[in-house]
């Protein structure tokens, strides 16, 4: 079983920082992409960042140049540092990360518990 943990949300006011982190542990022979979703009121979840095992990342065009993805393949860990952020970036995050449990198995992907972030006006 594989278990994530995510943490570092909360309330700022428009142009502030946060940092999200998510770690995975439990069964992980190997962790492959990594990413973070969001989820506002009303909304469908869509994909906020998402990095590669080989560290190639994408971003949504709404997030581009203020939001940055990472990961620490030591701690099975990945981050979001968002910049200047904005009311509209308001939402539930996810992180979702592709955990293999054993070399014979394939990839199976996880969904963190979600953490709130508010950005006030």
């Known amino acids: 079983q594989v278990q994530l943990v995510e943490s570092g949300g909360g309330l700022v006011q428009a142009g502030g920082s946060l940092r999200l982190s998510c770690a995975a542990s439990g069964s992980i022979f190997r962790v492959n992409g990594m990413g973070w979703y969001r989820q506002a009121p009303g909304k469908q979840r869509e994909l906020v960042a998402a990095v590669t095992s080989g560290g190639s990342t994408n971003y949504a065009d709404s997030v581009k140049g203020r939001f940055t993805i990472s990961r620490d393949n030591a701690k099975n860990t990945v981050y979001l540092q968002m910049n200047s952020l904005k009311p509209e970036d308001t939402a539930v995050y996810y992180c979702?990360?592709?955990?293999?449990?054993?070399?014979?198995?394939?990839?199976?992907?996880?969904w963190g518990q979600g953490t709130q972030v508010t950005v006030s006006s």
């Open positions: 979702n990360v592709e955990v293999v449990a054993a070399w014979w198995k394939p990839g199976f992907p996880y």
